[in-house]
């Protein structure tokens, strides 16, 4: 089974699974990719002009590591109903963490502006809490948070997908 476009599909994977590579793929002629990031030191610089290395032609790049709502409408305006990769959930969830605010309170909100997008929107997250549990309390809490919002949004999705080396398996899949 393949998966193609639909309204909103998340795309899980763990740190270097190939998740984003995965999401990516499924846009045939680019997109608006919506970043999370934030080039806070010269690694997470690296990586995210590796990211946009392997993109290439075709793609709008939108960065924005807290307010996804704002984003989305400012796409919206500018793109119609251009298809949206958003990536990643994980970063944005540690940013609005780190600001002292809850990604659980504000991701149900955000999935339903999601859904009223004109165009397809992909997801990309991390899958966490695999391993043990962490012995500090700021990582316990960023693993808790992280998890309540992929099981809100693979609630809400269309479609979702896990990839593990480079291999995606269908976990959800609906027109």
Do not use: C
């Not at 002629?29 to 999370?36: D, E, K, P």
């Not at 944005?92 to 955000?110: A, D, R, T, Y």
């Not at 309390?137 to 949004?153: E, H, K, M, S």
């Amino acid at each position: 089974m393949s998966v193609s476009l639909s309204p909103l599909t998340l795309v899980l994977g763990g740190q270097r699974s190939g998740k984003s590579a995965y999401g990516e793929s499924l846009f045939k002629n680019g997109g608006v990719y919506l970043a999370t990031g934030d080039a806070s030191d010269e690694e997470m610089a690296q990586r995210i002009d590796a990211h946009q290395q392997r993109r290439g032609e075709g793609w709008v790049t939108v960065e924005e590591p807290m307010d996804l709502g704002r984003a989305l409408h400012r796409i919206e305006k500018l793109h119609d109903d251009q298809p949206v990769l958003i990536d990643s959930l994980g970063m944005w969830v540690s940013n609005v963490l780190h600001k002292g605010q809850s990604p659980v309170l504000m991701i149900e909100p955000l999935v339903h502006q999601m859904l009223k997008h004109q165009g397809p929107i992909v997801v990309i997250s991390d899958q966490v809490g695999l391993g043990i549990v962490p012995m500090n309390a700021v990582a316990r809490a960023y693993i808790d948070a992280l998890g309540l919002v992929n099981q809100i949004t693979a609630h809400h999705a269309n479609q979702a997908v896990l990839v593990t080396a480079g291999l995606a398996q269908i976990l959800k899949a609906q027109n």
